[in-house]
């Protein structure tokens, strides 16, 4: 999968966390989940530091989806 960069514009760091998460977490989450996690890390990020990394986002969010998962693993 390939980043779409527009003249002038800097491609988006979290689109490609989104894009690895969602190819990590394929078959186990839907691409709307992978979504709304990782829009989550980076506003509670920011909330709490002020400043976001790009893979500060990532780690927050994969934490999420891995016990998203483990939830889902012991319902079912």
């Given amino acids: ?25 394929s078959g186990i989450h839907p691409a709307a989940t992978v979504t709304r996690c990782v829009e989550a890390a980076h506003y509670g990020a920011l909330e709490v530091t002020g400043h976001v990394h790009p893979g500060l986002v990532e780690r927050i969010a994969r934490k999420h989806l891995e016990v998203l998962a483990l939830v889902a693993s012991e319902r079912g």
Avoid: N
Wanted: charged share 30%.
């Fill in 1 to 25: 999968m390939s980043e779409r960069i527009t003249p002038g514009k800097e491609p988006d760091p979290y689109e490609a966390v989104s894009a690895a998460l969602r190819a990590e977490f």
